[in-house]
């Protein structure tokens, strides 16, 4: 089985800064991509960012420039810094883990519970 750990959601004043942190435990072989996703009320959940082996970081063109995607390879762990939050940053942020439990066998996904981000004066 697989343990995702969020924190590091709240509440923050706009132009403020959050950082959110996302560990993976369990039975892990080799991690393939972590990334972040949110879901605003009514809203689809969308793509925050995400990094991946060999492959770099990507961003929404939204955070692009405020929001920085970075990975800890030794705990397993991902994290996303916020900077210059805006009110439509406000969601639920979802961690997301791609990762091989064994060799041989295709990547799967495994969701975090979410953590609240809301941005407000």
């Known amino acids: 089985q697989v343990q995702l750990v969020e924190s590091g959601g709240g509440l923050v004043q706009p132009g403020g800064s959050l950082r959110l942190s996302c560990a993976a435990s369990?039975?892990?072989?080799?991690?393939?991509?972590m990334g972040w996703y949110r879901q605003a009320p009514g809203k689809q959940r969308e793509l925050v960012a995400t990094?991946?082996?060999?492959?770099?970081?990507a961003y929404a063109d939204s955070v692009k420039g405020r929001f920085t995607i970075s990975r800890d390879n030794a705990k397993n762990t991902a994290y996303l810094q916020m900077s210059s939050l805006k009110p439509e940053d406000t969601a639920i942020y979802y961690c997301?883990?791609?990762?091989?439990?064994?060799?041989?066998?295709?990547?799967?996904?495994?969701w975090g519970q979410g953590t609240q981000v809301t941005v407000s004066s």
């Open positions: 990094i991946a082996n060999n492959v770099g970081t």
């Open positions: 997301l883990l791609n990762y091989w439990e064994r060799l041989g066998v295709r990547p799967s996904d495994y």
């Open positions: 369990g039975s892990i072989f080799r991690i393939n991509v």
